[in-house]
């Protein structure tokens, strides 16, 4: 196998990458999916679009505005070089953040979908019996939503794997911090080595199939996508 | 025998697209990153003078390699080394005797901060900056010359934490621009014009600090029998385009 250390860094560095997003996407993304499943305020609709916009910008938008709001020009680089932190361009929290904003919708909307085929009901029936909220959440909600959670791990970690645009603009490509597998594929096509290219290639191809049939697999007769 | 108007206008409008066809023909060209802001200028005058329309393409010289091998549609490369035309012309993907150089580039240390880069490049030896923007060496060879100038101002190991890499010069010069790189390697051509820096600041790197940045040409298989990619070949030759590639910091 003519994989070098460069491309066992990569692998490693996009596991990393990707287990970091999903964890931070299933806590920040279950606020939210819970409050757009629930809520009837007009705000429901503006930010749920907002949610899903890098379902469709392509990533190039995303990965051109993170990097002129990263930098110290941008209003974020400003904060964080105030507060003493230096600008996360071309690093690996950068590309954590930038994964967290490209990844979102394919977190928050399995769970919303899940809070809302729960209904009233049980939450109504917890409440008789006077569970409080937090407990209603985390002993009700939370084991009836279960095949959300699983379909947002999997389409969020999967989805991190398959980052490329965004990464591209705002990485660096820097060994071991912000050059991922798909990066690194890019690298070896330019650079005409396409042994290493076809064997970096292949595992995604295979590592991608393999976590889709998990996912289509094993619910069968149900839609991945809108699960509970 | 009478025709009707539409049919009139049909028949007109072919008879138009034939005649512009046989006048004028369209070229593509995959054209490398550094080259992009001269060969704008240079396509005007060409389509002014010769009729034909220019069609560019702007990436990295090994990911033309890559498409060309895999059936891209170019007609002419404008490459930013003469290593890769080379290996074109020794797999028959090129015309034979079409080669030649048409601009040898020159590096030039840039920081969009006015004041920044002293005309020495001394910046680079202070050290003080976070990042060091630089083209990917291994696609790109403005990329692989800023590596030899570290190497040979011995600066390989004290910068090696602080470089980025930009897919091409393009991108190496974005990251400098938007301020996320304080400082990089990009090619003269992209900060300059009639002679001199249009902004921030640069060191012009001395041309022996590397090797020569030789930029080749050639005609593509897909372009033998196009007479506009003949007819460009001849342009970039030319008094006038020569004039444009100088007016952007090559050598000729």
């Known amino acids: 196998m003519p994989l070098d250390a460069s491309d066992f860094g990569a692998i490693w560095l996009t596991l990393k990458l990707a287990s970091l997003t999903t964890l931070i996407l299933l806590l920040v993304g279950t606020p939210i999916a819970w409050w757009l ?71 928050v909307q399995p769970l919303q979908n899940a809070f809302t085929a729960i209904g009233e009901r049980p939450l109504e029936v917890a409440a008789t019996l006077r569970a409080s909220p937090w407990d209603t959440f985390f002993t009700v909600v939370l084991p009836l939503a279960r095949p959300g959670f699983i379909t947002a791990s999997i389409l969020g970690f999967a989805h991190t794997v398959g980052e490329f645009g965004v990464v591209l603009m705002i990485g660096g490509n820097i060994p071991d911090k912000t050059r991922v597998v798909s990066v690194q594929i ?28 998990a996912l289509y697999g094993s619910r069968r007769g149900k839609s991945a996508w809108s699960s509970a | ?56 393409a702007f990436g990295a010289t090994g990911q033309f390699y890559a498409q060309i091998k895999n059936g891209a549609p170019f007609e ?53 900056f976070q990042h060091l923007s630089i083209a990917n060496p291994k696609a790109a060879p403005y990329g692989l010359a800023a590596t030899q100038v570290l190497d040979k101002l011995k600066l390989t190991e004290a910068t090696k934490a602080k470089i980025v890499e930009g897919q091409n010069i393009t991108q190496a010069f974005q990251f400098v621009s938007t301020g996320n790189a ?12 009639d002679g001199k820096v249009t902004n921030g600041s640069a060191w012009i790197v001395p041309a022996e600090l590397h090797d020569p940045i030789r930029q080749d040409a050639v005609i593509l298989e897909k372009g033998k029998d196009n007479p506009a990619a003949k007819a460009l070949v001849e342009y970039l030759k030319g008094p006038k385009a020569a004039a444009v590639i100088k007016s952007y910091g090559y050598e000729l």
């Open chain 2, 1 to 56: 025998m009478r025709m009707s108007a539409p049919r009139i206008a049909l028949t007109g409008l072919f008879t138009l697209m034939a005649l512009n066809s046989a006048w004028a023909d369209d070229v593509q060209v995959a054209v490398a990153a550094n080259f992009t802001a001269p060969i704008q200028a240079i396509a005007k005058d060409f389509e002014k003078d010769t009729g034909h329309k220019l069609v560019a």
């Open chain 1, 37 to 107: 499943a629930r809520t009837r305020s007009w705000l429901r609709g503006p930010v749920g679009a907002v949610v899903a916009l890098p379902l469709v910008l392509p990533p190039t938008v995303i990965g051109f505005y993170l990097l002129l709001a990263l930098g110290p020009h941008g209003f974020i680089g400003k904060t964080t070089e105030a507060l003493g932190l230096g600008t996360v361009v071309f690093s690996f929290t950068g590309l954590v953040i930038g994964s967290v904003v490209y990844s979102m919708p394919f977190v």
């Open chain 2, 182 to 193: 304080e400082l990089g390697f990009v090619a003269l051509s992209q900060i300059y014009q």
């Open chain 2, 76 to 128: 002419v490369f404008l490459a930013a080394d003469d290593t890769t035309p080379a290996k074109l012309e020794s797999e028959g993907a090129t015309v034979k005797g079409s080669r030649f150089t048409y601009a040898i580039g020159t590096l030039a240390l840039w920081s969009a901060k006015p004041g920044y880069v002293d005309a020495k490049g001394e910046v680079l030896k202070k050290n003080e």
């Open chain 1, 186 to 213: 890019y690298d070896h096509v330019e650079a005409m080595e396409y042994a290493q290219a076809h064997w970096l290639a292949g595992a995604m191809l295979v590592f991608s199939f393999l976590v889709l049939l």
